[in-house]
């Protein structure tokens, strides 16, 4: 073997166990993968304990009601360390409620109630938005996540 | 090993440096952004990809650009390929 063959060997080489590495890390990342992501409702999947919190959006702005009857708009009230449930319904347009600093994305479908579990571990106010094209006022659905101690 | 093995074999290793260094520095970024579940979890989930994927990118930068930089017609007759 001369030089040539080996130094086209080591370029075939390294470039292999690069993308092998690469491959590698993503089938373990995808078959291991079992964070919160929202799935149609279903009362019975709802984790023992997570507070339900229904979730309303419309043209245009969010509506939360929570397990004692009240509501808010445009406003959702947490407390710090517990585990909450959104059902997410929507009144007309498709919408998409996203809070980043969860990493929390859920879409809210007329007719299909979708239903993702979350909780937050510190205290402080964090924007939510929508994040699906929904009509002229669009950009006015949003609003803050106050999380309570 | 000859020169160009060696300097093959050390775009790999800078590479995985990088993509180290990468790794702790998301880390820190996405402690500083997320805040709780399924954020925490997910961000540790895709720390290591996304440092792979950094590592991947160093890797092709350096292997593809340097011949390039360094062989490249360096006078500014004609079309230049760089
Ligand atoms: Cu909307």
Known sequence: MNSKTRTELLYVVVVLVVLMAAAGLNIVYVLGHESNIATAKDPSTVPAGSTVINVTGYQWAWQFTYPNGTSSTDVLWVHVNTEYTFQVISKDVIHDLLIPALGLQVYAVPGHPNQVSFSVNKVGSYIFECVEYCGEDHYLMRGTMEVLS | ?82
């Open chain 2, 1 to 82: 090993m000859q020169n160009i093995e060696k300097l093959i074999t050390s775009f790999l290793i800078i590479s995985i440096v990088i993509g180290i260094v990468a790794y702790f520095i998301l880390g820190f970024l996405f402690s500083l952004h997320f805040i709780g579940v399924p954020g925490v979890p997910a961000s540790q989930e895709a720390q290591p990809i996304i440092a792979t994927g950094i590592a991947a990118m160093a890797f092709t930068i350096l292997f593809m650009m340097y011949p390039v930089v360094k062989f490249g017609v360096k006078n500014d007759e004609g079309d230049d390929f760089r």
